[in-house]
Antibody, heavy 119, light 115 residues
Framework: QLQLLESGPGLVKPSETLSLTCTVS?????????WGWIRQPPGKGLEWIGS???????YYRPSLRGRVTISIDTSRDHFSLHLTSVTAADTAVYYC????????????WGQGTLVTVSS | QSALTQSRSVSGSPGQSVTISCTGT?????????VSWYQKYPGKAPKLMLY???KRPSGVPDRFSGSKSGNTASLTISGLQAEDEADYFC???????????????FGGGTKLTVL
């Protein structure tokens, strides 16, 4: 059974870089899927951050382009999120997920991890 | 890019039907049949309920159905049950193809209360 697990620091200082890793188990990350990051700020709705195809092609939320990088390591079955120059507005629960067959059908999700941006 | 528009809350009694709407533009909801819906309980990960407007993943009850008209997509839950009380989010592809700068947009979410 496919499982995704987010890991990384729970506290990041303003202006620094937020880095998270999603470890995939129960299935190969080297498969015909997009792997994505979605976040939910406290009390707000879901926000798509970006996706990476298993061959490494990336697609990002327009407002985050320039700050966000998603990478994939198929040899270690994980993909990562790096978000630079963070502010308090980047405080959120961050989820990793797998698109199953088409745009926006994230059928498998990690449990989520809270990242707080604060000095 | 602005979030898709959803009403903040909706309610219904057990056994009734409710419809949650999701309004976008011709650049997202109206332009593609890539609308999905997610159910989310507090503190839990979202669960995919519908994709491509009206397709149900395996295991999702047929009480959940979807439709789209113009720039508005809708999720209808019939035969409401207590466990349906949750937040519901729509999601749409927008802006062309992924290779052409496309992206995904979520709605702001609708809180469903089962009375």
């Amino acid at each position: 059974q496919l499982q995704l697990l987010e890991s990384g620091p729970g506290l990041v200082k303003p202006s620094e870089t937020l880095s998270l890793t999603c470890t995939v188990s129960g299935a190969s990350i080297n498969s015909n899927h997009y792997w994505g990051w979605i976040r939910q700020p406290p009390g707000k709705g879901l926000e798509w951050i970006g996706s990476i195809y298993y061959i490494g092609t990336t697609y990002y939320r327009p407002s985050l382009r320039g700050r966000v990088t998603i990478s994939i390591d198929t040899s270690r079955d994980h993909f990562s999120l790096h978000l630079t120059s963070v502010t308090a507005a980047d405080t959120a629960v961050y989820y990793c997920a797998r698109e199953e067959t088409t745009y926006g059908d994230y059928g498998s999700w990690g449990q989520g991890t809270l990242v707080t941006v604060s000095s | 890019q602005s979030a898709l528009t959803q009403s903040r809350s909706v309610s219904g009694s057990p056994g009734q039907s409710v419809t949650i709407s999701c309004t976008g533009t011709s650049n997202d909801v109206g332009g593609y049949n890539y609308v999905s819906w997610y159910q989310k309980y507090p503190g839990k990960a979202p669960k995919l309920m519908l994709y491509e407007v009206n397709k149900r993943p395996s295991g999702v009850p047929d009480r959940f159905s979807g439709s789209k008209s113009g720039n508005t997509a809708s999720l209808t839950i019939s035969g409401l049950q207590a466990e349906d009380e949750a937040d519901y989010f729509c999601c749409s592809f927008a802006g062309g193809s992924f290779a052409g700068g496309g992206y995904l947009l979520f709605g702001g979410g609708t809180k469903l209360t089962v009375l």
